[in-house]
T-cell receptor, first 115, second 109 residues
Framework: GAVVSQHPSWVICKSGTSVKIECRSL??????MFWYRQFPKQSLMLMATSNEGSKATYEQGVEKDKFLINHASLTLSTLTVTSAHPEDSSFYIC???????????FGQGTRLTVV | GQNIDQPTEMTATEGAIVQINCTYQ??????LFWYQQHAGEAPTFLSYNVLDGLEEKGRFSSFLSRSKGYSYLLLKELQMKDSASYLC??????????WGAGTKLIIKP
């Protein structure tokens, strides 16, 4: 299957700082990338959908000024958690797909801990 | 409205067969996916059904009935490494994925 690389795998940051997470499709061009958050023992929660070259579409309840998403190219999307707080600690996962009629492939996930 | 439902947890024995059911309701449908997720890891793709019937892929098979809003994932010859959460998700009319909460499968020796 296609490969999606997410970096970093884990990060610990101080409260009030910002953290950037990268998601790259290594062997295909992703027209759409998705960002999810998953708390322990819970299902995936979609945060936003981003299409290359356009602004991300955020789900209800997700603060777009806090979770900045950039999808500058067909192979890279970034999620920046600004002014992180301990309640932002979670498992963040990206996924990417070639077009809307194909399956989405997931990155390895990033475990964020805010102290 | 849209909703999707699957059992929270199931237990099975190594070497046996287990069927994980998923029911959904939606006005627009563009296929149903099954993913496997081990604890602490991201989901990995297992199967995609867009037409009615059974799709077999090794030890795993997935079935879909669009008229009944029903799918199942069948796992044969269970191995300990199959212990994981299994997520079903359907793609709606806008090609967005709507996820179930996942079924935690526990395999016992």
């Amino acid at each position: 299957g296609a490969v999606v690389s997410q970096h970093p795998s884990w990060v610990i940051c101080k409260s009030g700082t910002s953290v950037k997470i990268e998601c790259r499709s290594l062997d295909f061009q992703a027209t759409t990338m998705f960002w999810y958050r998953q708390f322990p023992k819970q299902s995936l929660m979609l945060m936003a959908t981003s299409n290359e070259g356009s602004k991300a579409t955020y789900e209800q309840g997700v603060e777009k000024d806090k979770f900045l998403i950039n999808h500058a190219s067909l192979t890279l999307s970034t999620l920046t958690v600004t002014s992180a707080h301990p309640e932002d600690s979670s498992f963040y996962i990206c996924s990417a797909r070639v077009d809307r009629e194909t399956e989405a492939f997931f990155g390895q996930g990033t475990r964020l801990t805010v102290v | 409205g849209q909703n999707i439902d699957q059992p929270t947890e199931m237990t099975a024995t190594e070497g046996a067969i287990v069927q994980i059911n998923c029911t959904y309701q939606t006005s627009g449908f563009n296929g149903l996916f099954w993913y496997q997720q081990h604890a602490g890891e991201a989901p990995t793709f297992l199967s995609y059904n867009v037409l009615d019937g059974l799709e077999e892929k090794g030890r795993f098979s997935s079935f879909l009935s669009r008229s009944k809003g029903y799918s199942y994932l069948l796992l044969k010859e269970l191995q300990m490494k199959d212990s994981a959460s299994y997520l079903c998700a359907f793609m709606d009319s806008n090609y967005q994925l709507i996820w179930g909460a996942g079924t935690k499968l526990i395999i016992k020796p």
